[in-house]
């Protein structure tokens, strides 16, 4: 049998595995190539980058170069316009100084000069021996002396001359007491007629007396029975509550507002001299360094230095004085403590603390320490005092005082007797001591209330503290008070008190940092509306050549500033006083969060903002916290007229110390970017940067700017740093 033919291998399909094995080197090839084509293509892409970075790079030596070519120019430039704006705004100043002396010298009204001590000092002698006692006759006194006195504080913030410094002290003190003394004389005028003038329906006597600085509510307590609690002066929003001790007795309560807040001014001076190692600072001189070496036991004292001493041992003692005639009561019941707190009260700082010079002597609240705990020896225990740089004291103060009754007079046979003390106005001491008490009354005193609606003249963005004064330390205190309640519908506040004392409502300093945003854009030649949306409320103010105006949809408490113009300065204390404060200091970075910027090139920016401020509009950029201590960004365009500014012209401008430039990125853009705009260059001044994309009548308009203007944008922003602070 023939063996059997084989099947021919041609044309049998291949297996799984070759199939498998055949597909697995298709797919290796086309990765192979994917892989070459990607290498190709990345590494055309590499080269790509590589050109544009050395172009790029090129480009930016190349604009550094021009830069650097024109840099000497440009900066002459601008130092001409900035010299050219100081000289003529220095020299308005000095003339207006000059003006309003010789108006002073022409008006012949009797008022003394400021400047002269010894016109001073005949002034408050001759009012010292007036006997006039009539308070609305006192209280026109009164404003006379709190223009002078007001006279007084801008030539000490402005003083440079040490003795000048304290002569100005000198005499704001001696008024601040002969004030407050003949406010007790009117007072107590008015209280020997209480019996003539008491009330038909209770039975007791309640008057109130106001003008433009103050409000007095006075009390008698003629019927002294056991069910009253307390009273209300509806007039004025000013009431307050006794306990039955002080119920059934001969006295009488006065709750004098004032609207300045002498107090504070005094608590200043008394910080200084309690954290001053040489005393002679208070008078504005320069600090001696703690490492300075003292004169050994056996050395003598220059006679200039004796004097010094001297000088500040009266000073003292007249701040001593003042405090215990500003508050009677507090200073005859903590007398025997102040003599031992004013030898051993020492700041947390110690002897190497520094103290302020007298430019800041008196200035808008720049007086204290970030916090200070003054300690009390002979109590054995720490008092922790007001920060006056954190909290501001707002509305003016209350004093909250108890009198005995004065001896009232009687009728007899057509005659009126009275009995005449001839210690004057004496202070009811409460805490009653326990041989004051009667047998069924408890040795222990209750507190005493009082209620007060919120000034009209004061924005609270947030519900008032409130503080009381100690005599003792001559400093607000929040402790001793209880019982607080607010009520924001009826703007009421209410406490009680240990005693009776002095107090003053408070609020945060900086409560309405960091700003939100902020806008500087033109109105027109020489105007501008600068806005700032602030934490808690939003305002702007338009600038109109020197002159400004607060605009803001909070009107309570506001009002008398609202659509009125004024001086920059005179805006900024407006609206300290009123609780809006957008303004700033050298210690705002220690309660405020800040974008940490140099503060040269910050001021930098504002000046050369102030000059373009009547053709560019600036901007908050959300970018300014993310690039830099050394570098600033804004957003800028060219704008004219009183409309918004569109929204898609702003372009973003990064600022150094060296040189500014126009950014390629965008406010919307997705991280912060230094890469130049393209087509753009570099300047080493802003204005010229600005100027490459500006229209030849933006130009014109910013060399027409007028000098006061470009000063008054220029304080407002440097007043509040929007670039710091936002």
């Given at each position: 049998?023939?063996?059997?033919?084989?099947?021919?291998?041609?044309?049998?399909?291949?297996?799984?595995?070759?199939?498998?094995?055949?597909?697995?080197?298709e797919e290796e090839e086309e990765r192979r190539l994917r892989e070459e084509e990607e290498a190709q293509l990345q590494a055309e892409k590499d080269e790509q980058e590589r050109l544009e970075r050395e172009k790029k790079e090129k480009e930016t030596k190349r604009l550094e170069l021009k830069d650097r070519e024109r840099r000497e120019d440009e900066l002459n430039r601008l130092r001409h316009l900035l010299e050219e704006n100081h000289t003529a705004v220095t020299?308005?100043?000095?003339?207006?100084?000059?003006?309003?002396?010789?108006?002073?010298?022409?008006?012949?009204?009797?008022?003394?000069?400021?400047?002269?001590?010894?016109?001073?000092?005949?002034?408050?002698?001759?009012?010292?021996?007036?006997?006039?006692?009539?308070?609305?006759?006192?209280?026109?006194?009164?404003?006379?002396?709190?223009?002078?006195?007001?006279?007084?504080?801008?030539?000490?913030?402005?003083?440079?001359?040490?003795?000048?410094?304290?002569?100005?002290?000198?005499?704001?003190?001696?008024?601040?007491?002969?004030?407050?003394?003949?406010?007790?004389?009117?007072?107590?005028?008015?209280?020997?007629?209480?019996?003539?003038?008491?009330?038909?329906?209770?039975?007791?006597?309640?008057?109130?007396?106001?003008?433009?600085?103050?409000?007095?509510?006075l009390w008698a307590n003629l019927n002294k029975s056991p069910r009253f609690k307390g009273f209300n002066f509806e007039e004025t929003g000013l009431g307050f509550e006794l306990p039955k001790q002080l119920a059934v007795s001969s006295i009488a309560v006065r709750i004098l507002h004032t609207r300045y807040d002498h107090l504070s001014l005094l608590a200043m001076m008394a910080r200084l001299k309690i954290r001053s190692p040489s005393h002679r600072s208070l008078a504005g001189g320069e600090e001696v360094p703690a490492d300075v070496d003292e004169p050994e036991q056996g050395e003598t004292k220059a006679e200039g230095e004796v004097r010094d001493d001297d000088r500040v041992q009266q000073q003292e003692q007249r701040v001593d004085e003042e405090v215990q005639s500003t508050h009677g009561s507090e200073g005859m019941k903590s007398a025997a403590s102040q003599q031992s707190t004013r030898t051993s009260a020492q700041p947390a700082g110690g002897r190497g603390s520094q103290i302020q010079t007298q430019m800041e002597a008196l200035g808008a609240r720049d007086l204290t320490s970030p916090s200070v705990q003054l300690t009390v020896m002979d109590r054995g225990e720490s008092v922790q005092v007001v920060d006056l740089m954190q909290l501001t004291p707002l509305g003016g103060v209350f004093f909250y005082d108890v009198f005995h009754l004065p001896p009232q007079a009687h009728y007899v046979n057509g005659w009126k007797i009275r009995q005449v003390l001839k210690k004057g106005l004496q202070v009811f001491p409460y805490p009653m001591e326990k041989a004051h008490l009667e047998d069924n009354d408890t040795l222990t005193c209750p507190p005493v209330g009082v209620s007060v609606m919120l000034p009209d003249s004061v924005v609270f963005l947030e519900a008032p503290q409130v503080a009381r004064w100690d005599a003792a330390v001559k400093q607000w205190r929040m402790d001793g008070i209880t019982d607080v309640s607010y009520d924001e519908a009826e703007a009421k506040i209410s406490f009680k008190m240990d005693s009776f004392q002095a107090f003053v409502l408070m609020q945060e300093t900086y409560a309405n940092l960091p700003f939100q945003s902020w806008e500087l854009r033109p109105l027109g030649q020489d105007s501008a509306l600068f806005t700032i949306n602030g934490a808690l409320i939003d305002l702007s103010i338009t600038i109109q050549g020197n002159q400004c105006m607060l605009h803001s949809e909070q009107e309570k408490g506001l009002s008398h500033l609202l659509g009125k113009w004024m001086s920059g300065p005179a805006l900024q204390r407006a609206m300290l006083n009123s609780g809006i404060n957008i303004f700033v200091n050298e210690y705002t970075e220690k309660y405020v969060s800040t974008c940490g910027k140099d503060p040269l090139t910050e001021h930098a920016a504002y000046e050369q903002m102030a000059l373009f401020a009547s053709a560019c509009a600036f901007s908050w950029s959300k970018w300014n916290a993310k690039c830099g201590a050394e570098h600033l960004v804004m957003q800028v365009c060219e704008h004219h007229g009183p409309d918004p500014v569109p929204k898609g012209s702003w372009s973003l401008y990064l600022l150094g110390a060296q040189r500014s430039q126009k950014l390629e990125m965008t406010e919307k853009s997705e991280a912060f970017s230094p890469e130049h705009y393209s087509g753009s260059e570099f300047h080493s001044a802003f204005i010229h940067m600005l100027e490459d994309n500006m229209s030849p009548d933006g130009i014109v308009r910013t060399r027409e700017c007028n000098y006061m203007y470009v000063d008054t944008v220029q304080s407002l922003l440097c007043a509040t740093r929007p670039l710091m602070y936002s």
């Open positions: 049998m023939p063996p059997k033919k084989r099947k021919s291998s041609k044309g049998r399909k291949p297996t799984k595995a070759q199939k498998a094995k055949q597909q697995q080197e020299k308005w100043k000095a003339d207006a100084v000059e003006k309003a002396k010789w108006e002073r010298y022409m008006r012949c009204d009797g008022a003394p000069d400021p400047e002269v001590q010894r016109d001073v000092n005949t002034y408050i002698s001759l009012w010292r021996d007036d006997p006039e006692v009539n308070i609305t006759l006192v209280l026109r006194q009164c404003y006379s002396a709190l223009q002078l006195m007001e006279e007084l504080e801008v030539l000490l913030r402005d003083a440079t001359d040490p003795q000048e410094g304290q002569k100005y002290q000198e005499g704001l003190i001696d008024l601040q007491q002969l004030i407050h003394s003949k406010h007790d004389l009117a007072t107590e005028e008015i209280l020997k007629s209480a019996s003539e003038n008491a009330d038909t329906e209770t039975g007791n006597m309640q008057t109130v007396v106001k003008d433009d600085n103050v409000t007095l509510c």
